[in-house]
């Protein structure tokens, strides 16, 4: 069985301050995609990444950059210079040969 | 990336009333995804829509309570049958992109249901 662990629930910060929310994943598929969404407080849900298993490279996006390291079975994800607009629920997801498993999210709060 | 349309986004339903909602897709795919998100939840997957074949659902969820229909390629509703106050959620419908394991799931906006 997929599982992913979003151990922080709440993460609060001030604008500016770098933030990672932390994804830790345990499945036994050998070919897996991990991906990270966020939900703004309109609740939509919003694409932000996938990788797959067999590419290990990080990957920056502007601010978002994003830490997979298999050895550990960790997907983290980094926010620079958070804004307020950053504020919402992020969710990591693993997809390996059957449905999409959702973490529990990290809301995060960004104060001015 | 698709685009999923989903509706309503939004609604205020009475106890023991259904409501079915849909969901479009501007593009052909073969499964589609009917999720359930409670109140400071995760999401939670309700079932699987293939065309053509019965929904498979998903440990927890039946057909009687929320029945599926998945007419053609592109769309899919979800009725949420005899609700009450523990069916208040957002629901979300989703659809890869392709086929293929390493498709990005898309989301529609979500249909947040309150039931009084």
């Known amino acids: 069985a997929q599982k992913v662990t979003q151990a922080q629930t709440e993460i609060s910060v001030v604008e500016k301050e770098d933030v990672t929310l932390d994804c830790v994943y345990e499945t036994r598929d050998t070919t897996y995609y991990l991906f990270w969404y966020k939900q703004p407080p309109s609740g939509e849900l919003v694409f932000l990444i996938r990788r797959n298993s067999f590419d290990e490279q990080n990957e920056i996006s502007g601010r978002y950059s994003w830490n997979f390291q298999k050895s550990t079975s960790s997907f983290n994800f980094t926010i620079t210079a958070s804004q307020v607009v950053d504020s919402a629920v992020y969710f990591c997801a693993l997809k390996g040969y059957s449905t999409l498993t959702f973490g529990k999210g990290t809301m995060l709060l960004v104060s001015p | 990336s698709a685009v999923i349309s989903q509706k309503p986004s939004r609604d205020i339903c009475q106890r023991g009333t259904s409501l079915t909602i849909q969901c479009q897709v501007d593009s052909q795919v073969t499964m589609m995804f009917w999720y359930r998100q409670q109140p400071g939840q995760s999401l939670t997957l309700i079932a699987t829509a293939n065309q053509g074949s019965e929904a498979t659902y998903e440990s927890g969820f039946v057909i009687d309570k929320f029945p599926i229909s998945r007419p053609n390629l592109t769309f899919s509703t979800l009725t949420v049958s005899n609700m009450s106050p523990e069916d208040s959620s957002i629901y979300l419908c989703?659809?890869?992109?392709?086929?293929?394991?390493?498709?990005?799931?898309?989301f529609g906006q979500g249909t947040r249901l309150t039931v009084v």
């Open positions: 989703s659809a890869p992109e392709g086929d293929g394991g390493d498709a990005e799931a898309f």
